[in-house]
């Protein structure tokens, strides 16, 4: 049964930091590129970071760069996103992906 189960997320104050981590299971992890969402409410869900599997380039959407790192552990078959220095417009739901498997999201809300 393949799985990708995400943890981490939570209420945070603005200017704080939070990791997610997504663990994956039921498919060869380590051949899959390794991708972030988030979906604010009533917005689309937008692509947050990647990382290849291939060459391990990293991208990111531009209202994150700097503050957001994405990595992965292929012997734990897991992948993070650190977030630091959130701010109120970071809260969404966000998802880890691995196409075409997905996460069941977990909520991160940042606010005083």
């Known amino acids: 049964q393949v799985q990708l189960v995400e943890s981490g997320g939570g209420l945070v104050q603005p200017g704080g930091s939070l990791t997610l981590s997504c663990v994956g299971s039921?498919?060869?992890?380590?051949?899959?590129?390794a991708k972030w969402y988030r979906q604010a409410p009533g917005k689309q869900r937008e692509l947050v970071a990647a990382?290849?599997?291939?060459?391990?380039?990293?991208t990111y959407a531009d209202s994150v760069k700097g503050r957001f790192t994405i990595s992965r552990d292929n012997a734990k078959k897991t992948m993070y996103l650190q977030m630091n220095n959130l701010r109120p417009e970071d809260t969404a739901v966000y998802y880890c992906s691995m196409s075409p498997y997905w996460g069941q999201g977990t909520q991160v809300t940042v606010s005083s």
């Open positions: 039921g498919f060869s992890f380590k051949l899959y590129d």
């Open positions: 990382k290849s599997w291939t060459d391990g380039n990293t």
